[in-house]
């Protein structure tokens, strides 16, 4: 959690309501994760029931099951963002003093900012000249495999910069990083 109920003052009272907004982000992109995941669970099992018992494979699961990881490994990666729980290499940052550790912190979280803004424009454009087509078999327009893309690219860019708006105002609470 990175909310610290326990501040005062305009600037915090500000970061409180942007806490509390991300969080609600996060809690919602998480249901929709999981959802996807018991989704992908329940088609592959239709899957095999269709192909090993009914003898007739469904075509639609395989195009299904690819939007459907889009939206866990994109979605999920935002989170993990948010929760800083992505995957980190984190050797030479605890081996490092406490100012440069700052700064490494600093300079990964302008990376993830900067990859999450590519990812939200390169995204857009994909999916806005994917749009006009159809996925075969299910019929939904092919700009919905890269909007995952788009909607992770732009969430993990604003969670990143919430992680440098936390940090510049003395607010950031993630223990393992900062000294």
Known sequence: MTTDPDAGGKPRDFMRVVDALLDS???ICRVITGLSLVGLTVIFGWLVYGRYVLNATPTWVEQVALLLVMVIAFIGAAVGVHEHTHLAVTGF???APPWLRTVFVVVTDLLMAGFGLLMLIYGA???AFK???MIP???VPEGLRSLPLTIGGGLITVFALAHL???ALGRDLRSDIIS
């Open 25 to 27: 982000v996060a809690m």
């Open 131 to 133: 749009w006009d087509s």
């Open 125 to 127: 454009r994909l999916t």
């Open 137 to 139: 078999l299910i019929h």
């Open 165 to 167: 708006l936390r940090l």
């Open 93 to 95: 940052r605890t081996l």
